[in-house]
């Protein structure tokens, strides 16, 4: 299959610099699993300039090529399309700065199914191991690149207010790729049905009076909290919220002369609402509860610190967008969104790379995954590997102290 035309192949390589192309090909990863929401490739153009020959590396993300019901599903969830517009329009609005201040890969071609970036493994960047939670460091230049990422939201609409003469909002002209779709909602109970049945197995609270009745009655309706939270917040100025943080969406470059750097990729699942919505769900995405309780604050202080500085440099004063005092507030406020995702996320991202390409790059098993059952997959890897099940458990049972039995009583709140 075709993926892209010798007209756009030429395209991308003037893109680089170059106006002869020799060859190109198409590589596959050897990590099937790389993109759990598309297929990327390595995409290698041949080229001349004064003589000499050279190679492109580049970076491909495409629909699902064989697995159909995987490609239909994302098409019907309008995942591809969001991302599409996304980098062909919004993001064209928003400022992506070179050296440390950058926040995502450069974009050198792009059609609804066929995005093509640089190649970011060749200036050293990495993904993190998606079984480990991360480092100190990581986590800090994750969260000054979002913070990066989330201050061109807010620049932007004071920009286009500014020009307009009123207040100006992104869910004005982009509402329809900023929300949750409805159909996505299966994938999102078949999740939760699979963290209650694991609780019931795992948990180290399972014995307490009434324990099934209780996680099955509180938990849903978390999630129906976090249904709600995902749309526009009426309290605090909104942003364009990732919302996908873990380990296969974020890429980090580490020098031992330099900070840490992270740049952030898909933007399949962006909704608009309170930027702690991304904040807390990238920490607990990819921190253990210790790390959690000894670092949020702190992180906390430089999210803020980093906003600030990005929204001055544009003339902007913070106290405008987002007063200090209540940015603690509306973190607690995002917790219940980030449990329950990470609830959905990570007994995903912390299984071996083998088990996820086993469970989830089979194309007859993918309906199943994603929109029926997935309770017996992560149980029975739990009983195979006692890291993912301390993981999982420990990250679970944060739900269950804090919303099922918060004064460890056995009565129900």
């Known amino acids: 299959m075709e993926l892209l035309t010798r007209k756009e192949i030429n395209y991308i390589a003037k893109q680089c610099g170059f106006t002869k192309v020799l060859d190109c090909v198409t590589e596959e990863f050897p990590d099937k699993v790389l993109g759990y929401l598309g297929d990327h490739l390595k995409l290698i153009i041949e080229v001349e300039s004064n003589g000499t020959k050279s190679k492109l590396n580049l970076f491909v993300k495409c629909m699902p090529r064989y697995d159909k019901w995987k490609a239909k599903y994302l098409t019907d ?36 199914d066929i995005f093509v970036f640089e190649n970011v493994a060749l200036l050293g960047y990495e993904m993190p191991h998606n079984q480990k939670t991360m480092h100190y460091e990581d986590v800090k230049a994750t969260v000054e690149t979002l913070a990066r990422f989330h201050a061109q939201s807010y620049i932007y609409e004071e920009k286009k207010s500014k020009e307009l003469g009123r207040p100006y909002r992104i869910w004005e002209d982009y509402s329809d790729y900023l929300h949750e779709p409805n159909r996505g909602l299966s994938w999102r109970d078949t999740g939760r ?99 959690r309780e000894a670092w949020t604050k702190e992180f906390l202080e430089l999210y803020y610190t980093v906003l600030s500085r990005e929204l001055d440099n544009a003339g902007i004063d913070i106290e405008h967008i987002f007063s200090k005092c209540i940015i603690s507030e509306a973190y607690e406020k995002s917790l219940v969104f980030a449990l329950t995702q990470a609830a959905l996320i990570t007994p995903i991202v912390a299984m071996s790379k083998q088990k996820r390409e086993e469970i989830f790059d089979d194309p007859e098993l993918s309906e199943r995954i994603n929109v029926v059952s997935r309770s017996k997959e992560f149980i029975d890897y739990a009983k195979e590997d006692a890291n993912y099940q301390t993981r999982v458990t420990e990250l679970l049972d944060e739900i269950v102290e804090r919303y099922v039995f918060p004064n460890d009583t056995n009565e129900l709140i």
């Not at 062909?88 to 440390?100: V, Y």
């Not at 963290?195 to 099955?216: D, M, W």
């Not at 992270?262 to 210790?290: C, E, G, H």
Request: charged share 25%; hydrophobic share 35%; glycine share 2%.
């Open 77 to 112: 969830l309008k995942f591809f399309k969001k991302e599409y517009v996304m980098l062909s329009s919004l993001f064209k609005e928003f400022e992506n700065h070179k050296g440390t201040r950058k926040w995502r890969p450069d974009l050198l071609f792009i059609k609804e």
């Open 193 to 291: 049905n699979a963290a209650i049945e694991y609780l019931k197995v795992y948990s180290t609270h399972r014995s307490k009076p009434n324990f099934n009745r209780y996680i099955g009655k509180i938990i849903p309706a978390l999630f129906d909290t976090a249904m709600e939270l995902m749309k526009p917040s009426t309290e605090y100025r909104n942003v364009v919220a990732h919302r996908d943080l873990w380990t296969n969406n974020i890429f980090l470059k580490k020098e031992s002369n330099s900070p840490c750097h992270a740049l952030f990729v898909d933007y399949q699942t962006v909704v608009y609402s309170s930027p702690m919505l991304d904040l807390s769900s990238l920490i607990y995405f990819n921190t253990t509860r210790s790390d």
